[in-house]
C-alpha cells in the first residue's frame, strides 16, 4: 500500500524559503515521475514540479526559477526546496506519483501548509 507522507511547511515571510519533504512508502517510487502539487483556498490542485526517474525536471511557469525539486531514490524521498516565496505560494502542498495526465497516481498524503505572509 502506497502511502505519501509531507513535511516541512510553515510560516515564512515574502522572501524566506523553504524545504519540503515527502517520504514515499509502496511501490510507487522507482520507477516513476513524482511531483509536488499545491491547492490554494477556493482554487483547484495544481502540478508544480515534478522529476522523473532520471532526475529530468519540469516546473510550473509560476515558481520556475525559484523552486527545485529533487529526489533520493536510496531514501525514497522527494524534495521541494522554495525560496523567494511569494504570498500566492500559499498553498497545501502535497506529493505524489505524477500520471501521464498530470494527475496523481496514488491516494494524497495530508499536505504540508506552507503560508507566505509579513
Known amino acids: 500500500q502506497v502511502q505519501l507522507v509531507e513535511s516541512g511547511g510553515g510560516l515564512v515571510q515574502p522572501g524566506g524559503s523553504l524545504r519540503l519533504s515527502c517520504t514515499v512508502s509502496?511501490?510507487?517510487?522507482?520507477?516513476?515521475?513524482m511531483g509536488w502539487y499545491r491547492q490554494a483556498p477556493g482554487k483547484q490542485r495544481e502540478l508544480v514540479a515534478h522529476?522523473?526517474?532520471?532526475?529530468?525536471?519540469l516546473y510550473a511557469d509560476s515558481v520556475k526559477g525559484r523552486f527545485t525539486i529533487s529526489r533520493d531514490n536510496a531514501k525514497n524521498m522527494v524534495y521541494l526546496q522554495m525560496n523567494s516565496l511569494k504570498p500566492e505560494d500559499t498553498a497545501v502542498y502535497f506529493c505524489?506519483?505524477?500520471?501521464?495526465?498530470?494527475?496523481?497516481?496514488?491516494?494524497w498524503g495530508q499536505g504540508t501548509q506552507v503560508t507566505v505572509s509579513s
Open positions: 505524489n506519483a505524477v500520471a501521464a495526465d498530470g494527475l496523481g497516481l496514488s491516494p
Open positions: 509502496g511501490s510507487i517510487f522507482m520507477s516513476n515521475a
Open positions: 522529476i522523473v526517474s532520471s532526475g529530468s525536471t
